[in-house]
């Protein structure tokens, strides 16, 4: 059994039919929603790992720190392709750095002054210890040529914005750490909802981007060939232009396409097109 840190209804002590709901085609409706960066800042801040969601700033800084100096120090030394632990904290850090982008482990070798297949390495061994999330391309041919590049994520935005050093104030200030705080937020709290979903062992996440810059953040797959897709938004003013590659999937896949949705931090639901709206971000935990 994966123990994933607490979701986000587990916290707010509601149902959790998010996932089951989107596959039938219905956009959630919630109320009473927080607004905004800052009205969600507390909760992306905390994460999920229990001795950090009751915790203050301080408290919580420490946790995370000693959290990850431990699980590398004791674990990585167990795994095989890996015995260099000051490596893997390397990569951690910089793959925090670039959570929610494409993997290109040549450019990150190049910064790290270290091989690319070591690289791929100390990934592995993250992936294994649970600290990242690795969402690989989806390669169905929609008339585009695909980029095939993983996308990788912290396993916890609590961990997350520790190694950022991001607080409140950046998170509402910086546009970039903002963009992608917020969509790990949302790939972390999709995979915890799908690892208690009764749908959980038929589906699959995937991301999807294509050379003519056409993507979505998170495709979640049925093993019936059914689609959701999910793009997230880490603004409160959501536009149809953040829908265009959720169009492009709807039109491309016809029936096979349930629902797509655009998260965002604002309080309303706004209908975006034949089975595309757009959400409040609470959505994902609202009963």
Same mark, same amino acid.
């Given at each position: 059994?994966?123990?994933?840190?607490?979701?986000?209804?587990?916290?707010?002590?509601?149902?959790?039919?998010?996932?089951?709901?989107?596959?039938?085609?219905?956009?959630?409706?919630?109320?009473?929603?927080?607004?905004?960066?800052?009205?969600?800042?507390?909760?992306?801040?905390?994460?999920?790992?229990?001795?950090?969601?009751?915790?203050?700033?301080?408290?919580?800084?420490?946790?995370?720190?000693?959290?990850?100096?431990?699980?590398?120090?004791?674990?990585?030394?167990?795994?095989?392709?890996?015995?260099?632990?000051?490596?893997?904290?390397?990569?951690?850090?910089?793959?925090?750095?670039?959570?929610?982008?494409?993997?290109?482990?040549?450019?990150?070798?190049?910064?790290?002054?270290?091989?690319?297949?070591?690289?791929?390495?100390?990934?592995?061994?993250?992936?294994?210890?649970?600290?990242?999330?690795?969402?690989?391309?989806?390669?169905?041919?929609?008339?585009?040529?695909?980029?095939?590049?993983?996308?990788?994520?912290?396993?916890?935005?609590?961990?997350?914005?520790?190694?950022?050093?991001?607080?409140?104030?950046?998170?509402?200030?910086?546009?970039?750490?903002?963009?992608?705080?917020?969509?790990?937020?949302?790939?972390?709290?999709?995979?915890?909802?799908?690892?208690?979903?009764?749908?959980?062992?038929?589906?699959?996440?995937?991301?999807? +981007?294509?050379?003519?810059?056409?993507?979505?953040?998170?495709?979640?797959?049925?093993?019936?060939?059914?689609?959701?897709?999910?793009?997230?938004?880490?603004?409160?003013?959501?536009?149809?232009?953040?829908?265009?590659?959720?169009?492009?999937?709807?039109?491309?896949?016809?029936? +096979?396409?349930?629902?797509?949705?655009?998260?965002?931090?604002?309080?309303?639901?706004?209908?975006?097109?034949?089975?595309?709206?757009?959400?409040?971000?609470?959505?994902?935990?609202?009963?």
């Amino acid at each position: 059994m994966t123990l994933w840190p607490f979701s986000q209804i587990e916290l707010a002590g509601s149902r959790g039919s998010f996932i089951e709901n989107a596959f039938k085609g219905r956009a959630p409706r919630p109320t009473d929603v927080p607004i905004g960066r800052a009205g969600y800042a507390d909760r992306v801040l905390r994460g999920g790992f229990p001795e950090a969601v009751g915790s203050g700033d301080a408290r919580r800084l420490r946790f995370f720190a000693g959290y990850i100096d431990s699980i590398l120090g004791r674990e990585v030394i167990d795994l095989a392709a890996v015995r260099d632990a000051d490596a893997t904290a390397r990569v951690l850090h910089l793959t925090a750095a670039r959570s929610g982008a494409l993997t290109n482990l040549s450019a990150m070798g190049r910064e790290l002054d270290i091989d690319h297949k070591t690289v791929a390495n100390h990934l592995k061994a993250l992936e294994q210890l649970f600290l990242i999330v690795r969402l690989r391309a989806w390669h169905r041919n929609l008339g585009h040529r695909i980029v095939r590049s993983d996308k990788l994520h912290l396993a916890d935005t609590g961990m997350l914005c520790t190694l950022l050093g991001a607080d409140a104030d950046r998170l509402a200030s910086d546009g970039a750490i903002a963009g992608s705080v917020f969509e790990t937020f949302v790939v972390n709290e999709i995979v915890r909802l799908a690892s208690v979903s009764e749908l959980g062992p038929l589906l699959s996440l995937f991301h999807y +981007r294509d050379q003519r810059r056409n993507e979505i953040d998170l495709v979640i797959e049925h093993a019936a060939g059914d689609i959701v897709g999910i793009e997230v938004k880490a603004s409160s003013t959501p536009r149809r232009a953040d829908a265009a590659g959720l169009r492009l999937l709807r039109d491309r896949l016809g029936s +096979r396409f349930r629902l797509g949705l655009v998260l965002h931090l604002g309080p309303t639901s706004i209908p975006l097109g034949d089975r595309i709206e757009a959400v409040p971000l609470a959505s994902l935990w609202s009963d």
